[in-house]
T-cell receptor, first 114, second 109 residues
Framework: EAGVTQSPRYAVLQEGQAVSFWCDPISGHDTLYWYQQPRDQGPQLLVYFRDEAVIDNSQLPSDRFSAVRPKGTNSTLKIQSAKQGDTATYLC????????????FGEGTRLSVL | GEQVEQLPSILRVQEGSSASINCTYENSASNYFPWYKQEPGENPKLIIDIRSNMERKQTQGLIVLLDKKAKRFSLHITDTQPGDSAMYFCAKKGRALIFGTGTTVSVSP
């Protein structure tokens, strides 16, 4: 069974540039999470979806970040105008609500904003 | 938002000894408590978990304890090996999965 797939693996930007991250969850997983993990810190939840609906985006900086999951499968996280403080690894995870098990993570996208 | 406090942030132990990590949480609606191990440059990987209807679980040198009254749970690594050196995260799941702040475990030969 394929795991959670993320792309790109790495991104390097200048401040002010835009970037999009893509996530393909495990087939059949209805719940999808996006986390931001700064270096040497724990993953911090940005947003999560159940199917195509946003369940919680309270920690998503709404002025520059956006996330969609239009068909309840793949998801895209976009940073409109990147700042140096956005430098982090962006992790996508997915799970199935029905078995209440731990979400499984993709390899992440490492973002550096110069 | 919800928080999970994790201590210590750094833990250095000798090979063969045990290592313990403690986490406390606020929201008693949480019903599932996984632990993740993360090695440099890799994603977090689930190593053990415990559900709210249990107090203790053990697997392959790992023990997790859950005290729901005190809103506290802990991971104990017995007989540590250099390969156990990594970052460890506790997490709790109610509506969403919330992570602790992490513990860097370093096992020296």
């Amino acid at each position: 069974e394929a795991g959670v797939t993320q792309s790109p693996r790495y991104a390097v930007l200048q401040e002010g540039q835009a970037v999009s991250f893509w996530c393909d969850p495990i087939s059949g997983h209805d719940t999808l999470y996006w986390y931001q993990q700064p270096r040497d810190q724990g993953p911090q939840l940005l947003v999560y979806f159940r199917d195509e609906a946003v369940i919680d985006n309270s920690q998503l900086p709404s002025d520059r970040f956006s996330a969609v999951r239009p068909k309840g499968t793949n998801s895209t996280l976009k940073i409109q105008s990147a700042k140096q403080g956005d430098t982090a690894t962006y992790l996508c995870a997915s799970s199935y609500r029905g078995n209440n098990q731990a979400p499984l993570f993709g390899e992440g996208t490492r973002l550096s904003v110069l | 938002g919800e928080q999970v406090e994790q201590l210590p942030s750094i833990l250095r132990v000798q090979e063969g000894s045990s290592a313990s990590i403690n986490c406390t949480y606020e929201n008693s609606a949480s019903n599932y408590f996984p632990w993740y191990k993360q090695e440099p440059g890799e994603n977090p990987k689930l190593i053990i978990d415990i559900r709210s209807n249990m107090e203790r679980k053990q697997t392959q040198g790992l023990i997790v304890l859950l005290d729901k009254k005190a809103k506290r749970f802990s991971l104990h690594i017995t007989d540590t090996q250099p390969g156990d050196s990594a970052m460890y995260f506790c997490a709790k799941k109610g509506r969403a999965l919330i992570f602790g702040t992490g513990t860097t475990v370093s096992v020296s030969p």
